[in-house]
C-alpha cells in the first residue's frame, strides 16, 4: 500500500516540522508568528536530496549539489524575520539554491523574485516551487550582484550567499523604508546586516555572525 506508507511518512515530517519550529526558532527567539506559521507549513525535506530527507528538519544546513548548501533553519527564519513582511510586499532573493527560502518568502510577500547563478540549480528549484503550487514567483539564471533591474523596486532583498561587501546595485534597487539582508564579511565567516533605506540614507544595524557559501559575481567574490 505505497499510498498509506507515503502518508505515514508524511505525517511523520509534520511533527519534525513542528518539533523544529519549538526547539530551534521559537526558543531561540524567532517572535514573528507569520514566519513560524509557515515554517510549520513548508515540506522542507522536498528541497533536499532524496537521501537527505531523514536530515531536513535538522539543526544545520544541508548539502543540495554544485558545493551548494540549503541554510540551517534558524538562518532562514532570522533573515526572513529581519524582512518584516506583513504580506504585500515585493521581495528579491539573490542564491536560489534548493529553493526553500524562496517557498517561505513567496508565503509571505505579495511577489518573490530571486535570482540564481547555476542554470541547473534555477531549474529545479523553479519546477519544484510550481509542483507544490506557487505561482507568485519567479526565478531568473544569472548574477545576483547585479540584482534584478527590470523588477525593481523591492521592498526587501535577501542575499543568502557570503559577499565581500554590500554589493550597491542592491541597494540601489531598494523602494524607500526598504531592507536589506545580507552576510558581510571574510570568504569563510560573515556578519549578518540589515541595511534600511531611509531617505537619501542607508540605516545599518549588525545581527551577529554567520557562515555562507560564497557570493561570486560581478560586486561579489571572484570566480576561482
Ligand atoms: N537560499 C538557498 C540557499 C542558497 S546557497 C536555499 O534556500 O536553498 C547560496 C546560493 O547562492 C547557491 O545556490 C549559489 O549558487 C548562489 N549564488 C552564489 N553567487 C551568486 C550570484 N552572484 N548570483 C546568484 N546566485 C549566486
Known amino acids: 500500500m505505497p499510498f498509506q506508507k507515503e502518508k505515514i ?47 531536513a528538519y535538522d539543526d544545520h544546513p544541508l548539502p543540495i549539489g554544485k558545493g551548494q548548501t540549503i541554510s540551517q533553519p534558524y538562518m532562514v527564519a532570522i533573515m526572513t524575520e529581519l524582512l518584516g513582511l506583513r504580506g504585500e510586499e515585493r521581495v528579491l532573493e539573490i542564491g536560489t539554491g534548493s529553493g526553500y527560502q524562496l517557498a517561505i518568502l513567496a508565503e509571505l510577500a505579495r511577489e518573490a523574485f530571486s535570482v540564481e547563478r547555476f542554470g541547473p540549480l534555477a531549474d529545479q528549484a523553479r519546477a519544484r516551487l510550481r509542483e507544490l503550487g506557487y505561482r507568485n514567483f519567479e526565478i531568473r539564471a544569472g548574477d545576483g ?4 533591474p527590470e523588477r ?52 545599518k544595524e549588525f545581527f551577529g555572525g554567520c557562515v555562507f557559501v560564497p557570493l561570486v559575481g560581478e560586486h561579489g567574490w571572484e570566480v576561482g
Open 9 to 55: 511518512q508524511e505525517e511523520n515530517f509534520e511533527r519534525l516540522r513542528r518539533e523544529m519550529v519549538h526547539s530551534q526558532l521559537e526558543r531561540r527567539n524567532i517572535t514573528d508568528q507569520r514566519v513560524l506559521e509557515v515554517m510549520r507549513k513548508v515540506p522542507r525535506h522536498k528541497f533536499v536530496p532524496e537521501r537527505m530527507r531523514g536530515e
Open 152 to 203: 525593481a523596486p523591492f521592498d526587501g532583498i535577501i542575499v543568502t550567499a557570503g559577499s565581500p561587501d554590500v554589493p550597491a546595485p542592491l541597494v540601489e534597487q531598494l523602494s524607500e523604508g526598504g531592507r536589506l539582508v545580507i552576510p558581510v564579511g571574510e570568504e569563510r565567516h560573515q556578519e549578518l546586516y540589515r541595511l534600511t533605506r531611509e531617505g537619501g540614507k542607508t540605516r
Open 145 to 148: 550582484t547585479l540584482g534584478w
